[in-house]
């Protein structure tokens, strides 16, 4: 008798799976020579599981969130791109493990069901143009601040911090997106405006999103008030505590660690406040955004140890 997966070219499968996230649609499979009928018969053989319509896993490929935001991207057709948090995820920004999966169709009249994947049929037709992020197509970075907001608005500043930091985008360029998008119907615009506009404080523009990072957390934690880019000793620090010796410096994402000049001339200015009586603590961008509480401990620590009168008599808070 002959076996069921006889006429199905194994090896031209595993090759398309191998670099589509352990993925196979019934098209590629027929440019490869397997016949409608023999792709059915390997899913009944076991061989394909199927996830939607035309389009299967490889039996044994790692179940990963990338193989399930490709196979939405498949299952929804041609022009479809992973948008929203789906793409957020492959941009490389930080998103939640249980993340809803979202796909977008450059065709808005088509109607298109993918169980509980999120489709998006959007009005606004600008920078749809897709890039591809770990072979999946994806929404570029600045459509994809502008869509965030409209089902994750909490989490835009983060995005755009991430973006920038990355060098993904420059500020001007996302301004420049906010200005392009900035029409009635985009829900996702006022909170990339907003992100962007914490780039001013006090009045004063920031050098990079660490900063405004940097404030949130000050003021979440219950934080002594501070200074924005307070002049000492005739250097512009980013953060000074008031009525204290310390000052705080958020590592920024253009100069601070790659700029071999910007390097020696932080430790320059670093001796010179050191012999003032000033104690610099530095941040980076993973410590502030993503270990906010231990940071804040740890400026806790600092005013302890340098100005604990700020500490309500130098208790614990």
């Known amino acids: 008798m002959a076996t069921p997966m006889r006429d199905v070219d194994l090896a031209a499968?595993?090759?398309f799976a191998q670099q589509?996230?352990?993925?196979?649609?019934?098209?590629?499979?027929?440019?490869?020579?397997?016949?409608r009928a023999a792709w059915y018969r390997a899913l009944a053989a076991g061989v394909l599981?199927?996830?939607?319509?035309?389009?299967?896993?490889?039996?044994g490929s790692a179940d990963t969130r990338e193989q399930r935001i490709a196979a939405a991207v498949l299952g929804a057709g041609p022009g479809a791109v992973a948008s929203h948090r789906s793409a957020a995820h492959l941009w490389g920004i930080p998103r939640p493990e249980d993340d809803l999966i979202d796909v977008m169709l450059a065709e808005r009249r088509r109607e298109m069901t993918l169980g509980e994947v999120v489709v998006h049929r959007p009005r606004d037709r600008r920078d749809l143009t897709p890039v591809l992020r770990q072979n999946i197509r994806t929404s570029n970075v600045l459509r994809l601040l502008c869509d965030l907001g409209a089902v994750d608005p909490r989490s835009v500043p983060a995005a755009v911090g991430h973006v920038v930091t990355q060098g993904l985008a420059s500020p001007v360029a996302l301004r420049a997106a906010v200005a392009v998008h900035a029409r009635r119907g985009r829900?996702?615009?006022?909170?990339?405006?907003?992100?962007?506009?914490?780039?001013?404080?006090?009045?004063?523009?920031?050098?990079?999103?660490?900063?405004?990072?940097?404030?949130?957390?000050?003021?979440?934690?219950a934080l002594p008030p501070v200074w924005f880019h307070a002049v000492i000793c005739g250097y512009e620090v980013d953060f000074w505590i008031l009525d204290s010796p310390i000052v705080l410096e958020c590592d920024g994402w253009e100069t601070h660690g790659r700029d071999k000049v910007q390097f020696e001339a932080d430790r320059v200015r670093d001796s010179v406040l050191a012999a003032a009586g000033y104690v610099t603590v530095r941040f980076t961008y993973r410590q502030i955004t993503r270990q906010p509480?231990?940071?804040?401990?740890?400026?806790?620590?600092?005013?302890?140890?340098?100005?604990?009168?700020?500490?309500?008599?130098?208790?614990s808070p």
Request: charged share 30%; aromatic share 6%; proline share 7%.
């Open 13 to 15: 499968l595993e090759q």
């Open 20 to 35: 589509h996230h352990g993925l196979v649609s019934r098209h590629a499979a027929e440019r490869r020579g397997v016949s």
């Open 293 to 315: 509480r231990a940071q804040a401990e740890r400026i806790r620590q600092v005013i302890r140890r340098w100005a604990p009168h700020l500490l309500d008599g130098g208790r």
């Open 49 to 59: 599981d199927p996830l939607y319509p035309g389009v299967a896993r490889l039996v």
């Open 187 to 221: 829900h996702g615009v006022p909170s990339f405006r907003e992100a962007l506009d914490e780039w001013v404080l006090d009045g004063k523009p920031t050098d990079s999103v660490l900063e405004p990072a940097m404030y949130r957390l000050l003021a979440e934690h």
